[in-house]
Nanobody, 119 residues
Framework: QVQLVESGGGLVQAGGSLRLSCAAS????????MGWHRQAPGKQRELVAR???????NYADSVKGRFTISRDNAKNTVYLQMNSLEPADTAVYYC?????????????WGQGTQVTVSS
């Protein structure tokens, strides 16, 4: 079992910045891809950004040029730097990671952190 704990959400004015962090913990696990998803009220959960163990990234079109995903493999932690925030970015942001625990695959989610952008 791999646990993910997010931090860094909050309330910010439009144009501001926030940095989300997500730390993974567990025993005898490896991480392949880590990512951030978000879910706004009344909408489906959507991918925001993800990063592989080798550092390859991809982003939702709506956040390209504003958000940056990075990871520290030594700390099993992924970050999401969010700049030029817009009210449309308001959502609960969820961390996700997949990989192996021993020889068994896993796909874990964090509990979510609220990001609210005021106009």
């Amino acid at each position: 079992q791999v646990q993910l704990v997010e931090s860094g959400g909050g309330l910010v004015q439009a144009g501001g910045s926030l940095r989300l962090s997500c730390a993974a913990s567990g025993s005898m696990f490896s991480i392949n891809t880590m990512g951030w998803h978000r879910q706004a009220p009344g909408k489906q959960r959507e991918l925001v950004a993800r990063i592989t163990s080798s550092g390859s990234t991809n982003y939702a079109d709506s956040v390209k040029g504003r958000f940056t995903i990075s990871r520290d493999n030594a700390k099993n932690t992924v970050y999401l730097q969010m700049n030029s925030l817009e009210p449309a970015d308001t959502a609960v942001y969820y961390c996700n990671a997949d990989g192996l625990v021993g020889v068994h695959g896993y796909d874990s989610w964090g509990q979510g952190t609220q990001v609210t952008v005021s106009s």
